[in-house]
């Protein structure tokens, strides 16, 4: 058997694993909670009275200030772990209903997953042993650094350009719902699979909006020399409050931020995994 042939195999026993099943779908839960809390803090952010950044790692510092938080937090980190590894060995072997241009995206897509879900994970670690975690400032102070070398401004400015893409495509990818061939929706009922084809839209679209002003947010940043600007998610939910009915588009946006924390425990029961 050569190595390819044996590493299929090794990955697909893996993948196979009930133990790993279970674990992603526990994650799932987490993910959903995670964004409950994004979604708070970000109606928090509207009507002026936030205190933590405005993204998932801050979600997760609120969570692990609550009684019992700090467990909740490593059941998490242990849950996205899991959904990283199953996504890697769906970018590794999977997506075999899918043919040809169609499965290679497919499996890019699951790469990106990937990278998401170890983020958080490590993001949760940190937050669990109180290390320094908000996000917002690290990423301002990471863009200052990038600036200052020869061609930083190109690469920070790269990086806006394709975390802005990531976003306009989650608004595609919700608009066009996209996310129901990952469903198993022959095991929803009519109800069930009304409310997550409505939940998936506006999660998804939200999120892609919130993602969009950030990538925005850092190419300005590059183009005007202003690390300050290029503080994630964070600074994109600020800079639309500012806007024109900004409090009430950003409640949207936070609703939407809801509505995929629902849809992903939605995801624990009905996501092929």
């Not at 200030?65 to 937090?73: C, F, M, S, Y």
């Not at 999120?207 to 300005?220: D, E, N, T």
């Amino acid at each position: 058997m050569s190595l390819t042939r044996t590493a299929e195999a090794t990955a697909s026993r893996t993948a196979n694993s009930r133990w790993l099943e279970l674990l992603t779908r526990a994650g799932f839960v987490g993910y959903g909670i995670v964004h409950l809390l994004f979604a708070w803090l970000a109606l928090q952010i509207a009507f002026g009275r936030s205190a933590a950044d405005g993204d998932q790692s801050g979600a997760l510092r609120t969570l692990a200030a609550q009684p019992l938080g700090k467990v909740l937090v490593v059941v998490t980190g242990v849950g996205l772990l899991a959904m990283a590894i199953w996504q890697a060995l769906e970018a590794a072997t999977g997506h075999r209903a899918e043919r040809g241009r169609e499965r290679t995206w497919e499996r890019l897509a699951s790469l990106g997953r990937t990278l998401v879900y170890l983020y958080f994970a490590w993001t949760a670690f940190k937050v669990f042993s109180d290390a320094s975690s908000n996000s917002a400032d690290q990423q301002e102070a990471l863009t200052g650094r990038a600036m200052e070398s020869t061609g930083g401004r190109w690469l920070v400015g790269l990086a806006g350009l394709v975390l802005a893409a990531i976003g306009v495509g989650l608004v595609v990818y919700g608009l066009v719902k996209r996310f129901e061939k990952h469903l198993r929706t022959g095991e929803m009922g009519p109800r069930t699979r009304k409310f997550a084809r409505r939940l998936g839209i506006a999660g998804y679209t939200a999120k892609g909006v919130a993602y969009a002003i950030a990538g925005l947010l850092v190419i300005v940043a590059a183009v005007n020399y202003d690390p300050e600007k290029a503080r994630g998610l964070d600074a994109a939910l600020h800079t639309l409050r500012e806007q024109s009915y900004g409090s009430l588009l950003l409640t949207l946006v936070a609703l939407g931020i809801a509505a995929f924390g629902l849809f992903c425990f939605l995801q624990s029961r009905y996501r092929r995994v």
